[in-house]
């Protein structure tokens, strides 16, 4: 159960896009689409933010967009506006287990 | 509005046990799975374990398995998450969350801290 990659930090402007990238195996990201990403500001619970690769919950702004190709997804938000500002982690189911990504740390500058 | 309520937290000497719990509410607490998730001071999310929805199946994380227990009791709206043999690598805070029946956390609680420290 290895965790998943992800980059340690990535930043951007007000307005800008960024692309959060998150690589597993062939035995968790590349096996399902059941990946799934989630937003924690410092202090607070994690919240749900993409599921199933793509699909946004409901409240979530359409600036928020997930994909995936073989063994890596990827989360991007264009539109960066500060309150974005907080790190972001990757899941994915693995078969009888979750397995998450280390996280990432979105800053706007 | 969905609601999920640890508790439980506190300090624990190596070795000990614990056994913390969640309180859900404002959904149909019997019909759905339920997950464990922990973070470490200043970590990642670790998942920790999963029970579905009739209690009949548990999967639990390589480094926790044979040590900690996944329960619920419907009749309360309670999951439980029973832990032994505690060691400093143990020391996170807590969540429970719920399964979105996609094999997703739709929800989280605000977390419960314990910390192994003699």
């Known amino acids: 159960q290895s965790a998943l990659t992800q980059p340690r930090s990535v930043s951007g402007s007000p307005g800008q896009s960024v692309t959060i990238s998150c690589t597993g195996t062939?035995?968790?990201?590349?096996?399902?689409?059941?990946v799934s990403w989630y937003q924690q500001h410092p202090g607070k619970a994690p919240k749900l933010m993409i599921y199933?690769?793509?699909r946004r919950p409901s409240g979530v702004p359409d600036r928020f967009s997930g994909s995936k190709s073989a063994n890596t997804a990827s989360l991007t938000i264009s539109g960066l506006q500060g309150e974005d500002e907080a790190d972001y982690y990757c899941?994915?189911?693995?078969?009888?287990?979750?397995?998450f990504g280390g996280g990432t740390k979105l800053t706007v500058l | 509005q969905v609601q999920l309520v640890e508790s439980g937290g506190g300090v624990v000497q190596p070795g000990g046990s614990l056994r913390l719990s969640c309180a859900a509410s404002?959904?149909?607490?019997?019909?759905?799975?339920m997950h464990w998730v922990r973070q470490a001071p200043g970590k990642g999310l670790e998942w920790v374990a999963f029970?579905?929805?009739?209690?009949?199946?548990?999967y639990y994380a390589e480094s926790v398995r044979g040590r900690f227990t996944i329960s619920r009791d419907d009749s309360k709206n309670m999951l439980f998450l029973q832990v032994n043999s505690l060691t400093a690598d143990d020391t996170a805070v807590y969540y429970c969350?719920?399964?979105?029946?996609?094999?997703?956390?739709?929800?989280w609680g605000q977390g419960t801290l314990f910390t192994v420290s003699s």
């Open positions: 899941s994915s189911y693995a078969g009888r287990s979750w397995v």
């Open positions: 062939s035995s968790d990201v590349g096996a399902y689409n059941f």
């Open positions: 199933d690769v793509t």
């Open positions: 404002g959904f149909t607490f019997r019909t759905y799975g």
């Open positions: 029970i579905n929805f009739a209690g009949e199946t548990k």
């Open positions: 969350a719920r399964d979105g029946n996609n094999w997703d956390l739709d929800f």
